[in-house]
T-cell receptor
């Protein structure tokens, strides 16, 4: 298996622009997670889906952030409009079954820089 | 929410040395995982270990859930072991994995 695939690897944009991050989970996994990593806040969960349904989005910072999972093999995280404080590494991860159990596998991350 | 404390925050070793990393957590958990983030930023799952002991090559982990801690052992360390080691837990009554702040390990040749 190719693992969790994220794109793009790097994104540089200007404040106010829309940013879309993409993720393809491991085939057969039914849970997908979006994390953000910064020096100040460490790794924080933004949202997770189980069977394509958003289960917990309490970590989404504000209405500028939205996430979708239209099918079992694809998810997007969108920021509109982007701000400099959104600069971080965004990771997508997937696992089999719910967050209660199952190993979590991470993608390589998207390094986002908002100027 | 659950508190996760990892120690030590930083560790410097010479190649070939052994080390023990610790993860303390403040509530009952039903999910505990150890991850290694290499210097290129990749996060690799090392163990899923909510209780008991597991071994994988030079690495092993033990979780004593009743005493709310987990240990990660690295034997005969290599320079490729350098990076940040994270512990992540999910409390039994919760719905999300909470990550500790990590242990930064540097293995010198």
């Amino acid at each position: 298996d190719a693992g969790v695939i994220q794109s793009p690897r790097h994104e540089v944009t200007e404040m106010g622009q829309e940013v879309t991050l993409r993720c393809k989970p491991i085939s057969g996994h039914n849970s997908l997670f979006w994390y953000r990593q910064t020096m100040m806040r460490g790794l924080e969960l933004l949202i997770y889906f189980n069977n394509n349904v958003p289960i917990d989005d309490s970590g989404m910072p504000e209405d500028r952030f939205s996430a979708k999972m239209p099918n079992a093999s694809f998810s997007t995280l969108k920021i509109q409009p982007s701000e400099p404080r959104d600069s971080a590494v965004y990771f997508c991860a997937s696992s089999f079954q719910s967050a209660d159990r199952g190993k979590l596998f991470f993608g390589s991350g998207t390094q986002l820089s908002v100027l | 929410g659950i508190q996760v404390e990892q120690s030590p925050p930083d560790l410097i070793l010479q190649e070939g040395a052994n080390s023990t990393l610790r993860c303390n957590f403040s509530d009952s958990v039903n999910n505990l995982q150890w991850f290694h983030q290499n210097p290129w930023g990749q996060l690799i799952n090392l163990f899923y270990i909510p209780s008991g002991t597991k071994q994988n090559g030079r690495l092993s982990a033990t979780t004593v859930a009743t005493e709310r801690y987990s240990l990660l052992y690295i034997s005969s360390s290599q320079t490729t072991d350098s990076g940040v080691y994270f512990c992540a837990v999910k409390e039994t009554s919760g719905s999300r994995l909470t990550f500790g702040e990590g242990t930064q390990l540097t293995v010198n040749p």
